[in-house]
């Protein structure tokens, strides 16, 4: 089956198991016994990684375990598809449409506990009680107890040292001969190239495996080492295209939460400077739309300049009810850090004042939220187990809060 047959095909696949989800379709076309379903999750961020790994991964696992369905699920709601700038020009590119595929609010309200889970580019989520693999290039979170929930059959391939969940894709899919696709070729191609920084030898994104696999894929899709650098270009051009959308979408365009015991802290990344951001009209309505009911918010901005390759970092410490204290803590978490040095110094000139933020420069451009966001959390459990009982400094969620999302 060809690759863009298997994803139109992925939602008709998806009702014959979800019958409440989908009960015309269920009633129409009942499930074929004994074929288990298996969901492949990206993170919630769905950047052009977490996108692509799981559409190549659940196809190569569909045609290679013809006995059982695959699904590939963008872990976002679909409302927010256009605001992953990146992956909707690549999967333009492709000649995938919105149409086929297959959101978070596709899925029913509870998992049927005989759903398999696979869970590319995170490891952390609300369904490690189905989840039975894990592909990811972070280190794992041992701090987060949904990590003790996952079945003692997971298979946890984790490998911190590539710069893209894509690159452990590619790696099984170029493992045998079968199957074969040009557009899971172009995508992972492509993916590695933006992870990477084009393989910047400042931003050091990359590792053996990643040159490795790039350079297979070339050779199947017949393209030149020297075109990384107009598709590279064209990528970045795509994820910074941020003119159609609002400054609380720019917020929400690449996001993650931080979860502690109390808290939740949401961590948004962008595709420019957080000091050009908040300079911009209605920044501060927007920041107080996104992160309303929360302490803390932080967001980390990224440039990168068109005509050189060379990458800007900044970091931001916002917290919307006025505690100094915690935001001084969390910045000198993140100063003091050796495990890695981020090299945060004020900006020069500094921003004007705004909310009453923390604002840094990150000259260490190496390092990814992938780094920063243990270090905040660990700031933050540090500072909530000394502040177990003053209840004037730690704010308590009977639910989670919204983050500017439905």
Same mark, same amino acid.
């Not at 199957?179 to 933006?194: C, D, F, Q």
């Not at 979408?249 to 420019?272: C, F, N, S, W, Y």
């Given at each position: 089956m060809c690759f863009l047959r298997f994803l139109a095909q992925a939602r008709g696949t998806l009702a014959r198991h979800l019958a409440e989800a989908f009960p015309i379709a269920w009633a129409a076309a009942p499930p074929d016994s004994g074929r288990t379903l298996h969901l492949v999750m990206g993170n919630e961020s769905c950047d052009l990684d977490s996108a692509v790994s799981a559409v190549t991964l659940a196809f190569v696992y569909a045609q290679r375990h013809l006995e059982h369905d695959y699904v590939p699920i963008l872990n976002i709601p679909r409302r927010d598809y256009p605001l992953k700038t990146e992956v909707g020009h690549m999967f333009g590119q492709c000649g995938i449409l919105e149409s086929v595929l297959l959101f978070r609010d596709d899925l029913p309200g509870e998992m049927a506990p005989d759903v398999s889970v696979i869970l590319v580019d995170h490891h952390v989520s609300p369904l490690a009680r189905n989840v039975t693999e894990i592909l990811d290039h972070r280190p794992l979170d041992e701090? /987060?107890?949904?990590?003790?929930?996952?079945?003692? /059959?997971?298979?946890?391939?984790?490998?911190?040292?590539?710069? /893209?969940?894509?690159? =452990?894709?590619? #790696? @099984?899919?170029?493992?045998? #001969? $079968?199957? &074969?696709?040009?557009?899971?070729?172009?995508? =992972?191609?492509?993916?590695?190239? =933006?992870?990477?920084?084009?393989? /910047?030898?400042?931003? +050091? &994104?990359?590792?053996?495996?990643? $040159?490795?696999?790039?350079? $297979?894929?070339? +050779?199947?899709?017949?393209c030149q080492t020297a075109q990384r650098t107009v598709l590279f270009d064209e990528l970045v051009?795509?994820?910074? %295209?941020?003119?159609?959308?609002?400054?609380? #979408?720019?917020? @929400?365009?690449?996001?993650?939460? =931080?979860?502690? %015991? @109390? $808290?939740?802290?949401?961590?948004?990344?962008?595709?420019?400077?957080? &000091?050009?951001?908040?300079? +911009?009209?209605?920044?501060e309505k927007a920041v107080r739309e996104f992160a309303a009911g929360s302490n803390l918010l932080v967001i980390l901005g990224m440039w990168v300049a068109p005509a050189d390759g060379q990458v800007q970092r900044d970091v931001a410490l916002i917290s919307l009810n006025g505690q100094t204290q915690l935001v001084e803590r969390v910045r000198l978490a993140l100063v003091e850090s050796s495990d890695p040095k981020l090299e945060l110094q004020p900006h020069e000139p500094d921003p004007p004042c705004f909310m009453g933020g923390c604002f840094l420069r990150q000259h260490n451009v190496q390092a990814t939220r992938k780094h920063i966001l243990p270090i905040v959390k660990r700031a933050l459990q540090e500072w909530e187990a000394e502040h177990s009982c003053d209840c004037d400094d730690v704010y308590f969620f009977k639910e989670k809060p919204q983050l500017g999302l439905s």
């Open positions: 701090s /987060s107890p949904s990590l003790q929930l996952l079945p003692s /059959s997971c298979e946890r391939r984790i490998d911190a040292s590539v710069g /893209s969940c894509a690159t =452990l894709v590619a #790696e @099984r899919y170029l493992a045998e #001969e $079968q199957p &074969r696709s040009l557009g899971v070729a172009r995508l =992972l191609h492509a993916t590695i190239v =933006l992870d990477t920084i084009n393989f /910047s030898s400042a931003a +050091k &994104r990359f590792g053996p495996k990643d $040159q490795a696999m790039v350079e $297979q894929l070339e +050779k199947e899709l017949n051009a795509a994820r910074a %295209d941020i003119s159609t959308l609002t400054l609380t #979408e720019v917020l @929400r365009k690449d996001m993650k939460t =931080l979860h502690t %015991d @109390r $808290q939740v802290v949401p961590m948004a990344g962008m595709p420019i400077l957080v &000091r050009d951001f908040v300079a +911009k009209s209605g920044a």
